[in-house]
């Protein structure tokens, strides 16, 4: 976490702002994305605004590096598989693999991390990315899967 647009930035290096709460008040107990994904102040914010604010001048903020975590993954994922033995030593299956199936469900990236008084409704909020690519944890796409595999 960082932050921008405050007055008393002077020091060099990564600007972290001061956390005014504990980390559990700090975060939004049983968060949801809310009604509606866009805008991005239509959304429910990750992290309370009130719990952080600027450090003083020529000092530095007092929240650690890495203190807090990005919404996790509801990642559903199934494999069914068939073998057959052809002659003792050869062996065929046919398998289909389901990803993120049949509950299609979008795996957001992180939310944004930046700390700044003058726009409180982009602190916290969820961006446009999404996780993955086609075939990764954490696609939002549903993709079913089917394989052949022939062992000799």
């Known amino acids: 976490m960082s932050f921008a ?10 600007s972290r702002p001061n956390i005014l709460t504990t980390h559990g008040a700090a975060q939004v107990d ?6 509606s ?3 991005t102040q239509s959304q429910n914010p990750y992290l309370n ?9 020529f000092t530095v903020g007092n929240l650690g590096r890495n203190v807090f975590e990005a ?7 199934f494999s ?18 389901g990803n993120n199936f049949p509950f299609k469900q979008p795996q957001y990236g992180d939310p944004s991390g930046t700390f700044n008084a003058n726009s409180p409704g982009a602190f916290a909020r969820i961006g446009s990315a999404t996780r993955g690519a086609f075939s990764d944890i954490g696609t939002a796409n549903s993709n079913l899967l089917i394989i052949g595999r022939f062992q000799f």
């Not at 008393?8 to 990564?14: A, F, M, S, T």
């Not at 049983?30 to 009604?35: K, Q, R, S, V």
């Not at 069914?80 to 693999?97: G, M, N, S, V």
């Open 49 to 57: 605004f009130n719990s952080f604010a600027y450090p003083g001048a």
């Open 5 to 14: 647009g405050s007055p008393n930035r002077y020091l060099p290096g990564e």
């Open 71 to 77: 919404p996790g993954l509801a990642w559903t994922q």
């Open 80 to 97: 069914i598989a068939k073998w057959w033995t052809l002659k003792e030593r050869y062996r065929f299956q046919i398998r289909l693999d």
């Open 37 to 39: 994904r866009f805008p």
């Open 30 to 35: 049983n968060w949801a994305i809310g009604g």
